[in-house]
Structure formats: C-alpha cells, structure tokens
C-alpha cells in the first residue's frame, strides 16, 4: 500500500500533481534496474520525474543536464559495484555538482570499505543491503526526499532573507544619500563638514580594527551626525539645545532601515568620557563609533578655526590631546593622531 503522503486519491483529488524534482536510479544490471525503476516509479511517479542509467558516466549526465536545465535533482539511487566508476565514487563526484542531493547506496557486498568512503566523502543519506525491502527503500526514499526539501527549503528562505537585507541596505544607502543631496543644496559647509567627518571616520575604525558592522555603521552615522542642525548656524553649547538637535534627527532619520542603530551612534556623540556629558556616559560605556564620532569632530572643529589657520599638523594633535581622557577616549586620540603625523 501506498503512502497517503506521496500518493493519495481516497479524498477523490485527481489533479495532476506539479512534477517536484527528480529521482535518479543507477545500476549497471539491466533487470535490477528495470525493477528499481518500476518500483520507484509506482510509488513517486505521479509526483517526480524518474531517471534511470545504467553507469556512473550516464548518471552524471543526467544530473548535469538537470542542473543546466534547472530541475533539482532529490535523489540518487546507486548500486555500490560497477564497473569503471564504482558507486561510492559516482556519489563523490555527485556531492561536487550538489551537496544538497540525498545519496542512497545499494549493495550486495558486506565489505564496508566502500560505504565508509561514501559516508565521509560524498555524505552518503543511507545504504541499504541487496536484496532490498521494498517498503523499507521506499519509505527511506521518501524521507530522503523530505530531507532534501527541508534543506532546499531553508536554503531558499536564507537567500530571500539576505536578498531582502541587500534591498534594505540599498534603500538606507539612497535614503542617506539623499540627505546628503538636501543638506549640501541648504548648507553648503555643513555638508562639507559631514564629508571629512565620514573619511576620518572610516580612517580612524580601520586604525583601530572595529567591526565591520561599526564600520558600516560609521558610514552613516558620520554623514548624518548633525542632520539635526541643518539651517542652523550656531553650534549647540546647552545640553537643552544638544537635546534639540537630537530630538530633531531622530524624527528624519526614524525613517531609515534599522534607524535605532543609526540613531545610537548620533545620540551618544555629546557623551564625554569622563561621563560629564548629555547623558553622563562614562569611559567604555560609550558606543565605539560615538567614540570615534567625538574624536574625528572635535578634530575637525579644531581646524575650522581661524585662529589655527596657521597651525600645523602636530600643534593641532597637540590641542587635540589636551582632551584625551575628559572629553575624548585618549586610546582614540593616540591612534588618529598617529594617522595625523605618521613616522616618517
């Protein structure tokens, strides 16, 4: 009897099933093949495509044709001693075109050397000794197939979750870039500021060997920290009027994939390591890339004075320093001012 789970007609639903994947049988006995065949095709045939070759070369033709044409292939069926090209290397070389293949090994012979090989090298799904038990190949068959489906399944799920990441990640990209666009046509030198903040940035996370994700981060954080001043003229020296600026970025960039991330790294930028800062934020417990942010800034800060116009390159390192450890992280401090004044 047939199971209700491949098969199953009593509820009167005659529909032609869609053909699934296909199952592939291979042995190089004639009748033993024409008998797998028939068997295979009674119990899957309304549902799978069914496959048979007589040689491990054949096989592989038929699983390269299915790839090229785009038809998974669930199952191979082989028979273990062939000639040419036995069954454990047939499997092998199956596992190199897919891995998510379930392989089944047929064998009259009780030596394992050729099973133990299947098993580790072409991840062999069962072996099942000839003669073979009818239901007991079948039912294995059909939990390969299950097996098969669950994976490709997941697979498939993994790649819609990362095809869907990427599409986010594109929109953030363009919604970002387009504050940008609106900052530069309002505030020209603002959005200046914004630019060698982002490149400082970049240059001080890489120093300091941050993450990857901060250093994603950082590519927004920096063009976006003072998107909450756009207009404005005056720098924000009140915490009320710090808070202000805050209130007003998360309102534009609560729109923005993942914003909370974003925001994090903008909110904590008025932190000072000594914890005296907008929300008394103490050493380490500030985010890294607001650390960054705060050091790449007051950097810049310091250059847009007119009264250092004339100053070099190691005397503002030099102002720079006098905050290391009250305002600013000083491992930070030490590490961009290395990039400031490399040694020569």
Not at 104 to 122: D, K
Not at 182 to 193: F, I, K, R, W
Request: with cysteine; glycine share 4%; aromatic share 8%.
């Amino acid at each position: 009897m047939k199971s209700k789970i491949i098969k199953d007609t009593a509820n009167g639903d005659t529909t032609k099933k869609k053909i699934r994947s296909t199952i592939i049988c291979v042995d190089d006995e004639k009748m033993m093949l024409s008998v797998l065949y028939q068997q295979l095709s009674e119990w899957f045939g309304e549902n799978y495509r069914i496959e048979k070759a007589l040689s491990g070369e054949e096989a592989l033709q038929i699983v390269d044709s299915c790839i090229q044409e785009g038809n998974p292939v669930s199952v191979v069926i082989s028979d273990y001693m062939m000639p040419l090209m036995k069954g454990d290397e047939l499997l092998i070389e199956i596992k190199k075109r897919d891995a998510r293949i379930r392989k089944i090994m047929l064998t009259g012979y009780t030596s394992v050397s050729g099973i133990i090989t299947a098993i580790n090298q072409a991840g062999l799904y069962r072996f099942i000794l000839k003669p073979w038990d009818v239901k007991d190949l079948m039912l294995t068959v059909m939990e390969a197939i299950k097996s098969y489906e669950q994976e490709k399944k997941m697979q498939d799920m993994v790649k819609g979750i990362e095809s869907l990441y990427r599409q986010c990640e594109d929109s953030t990209q363009h919604l970002v870039d387009a504050l940008v666009s609106t900052m530069q046509a309002v505030d020209p030198n603002l959005a200046g500021h914004v630019m060698r903040i982002k490149q400082y940035s970049l240059w001080l996370a890489n120093k300091l060997e941050l993450s990857e994700e901060i250093c994603k981060n950082l590519k927004y954080i920096s063009v976006l920290h003072e998107i909450g001043k756009i207009g404005k003229s005056d720098i924000a020296k009140t915490k009320e009027e710090q808070q202000e600026e805050l209130d007003v970025a998360k309102k534009i960039v609560s729109h923005i994939y993942e914003w909370e991330v974003i925001y994090s790294g903008i909110q904590y930028q008025f932190e000072n390591y000594d914890g005296t800062g907008l929300y008394q934020l103490k050493g380490r417990d500030i985010p890294e890339d607001a650390r960054v942010l705060a050091v790449v800034h007051y950097y810049d800060y310091l250059r847009s004075l007119p009264e250092n116009e004339q100053l070099s390159a190691a005397q503002i390192a030099d102002l720079l320093s006098v905050r290391k450890g009250t305002h600013l992280d000083p491992e930070y401090v030490e590490v961009f001012i290395k990039i400031l004044l490399p040694v020569k």
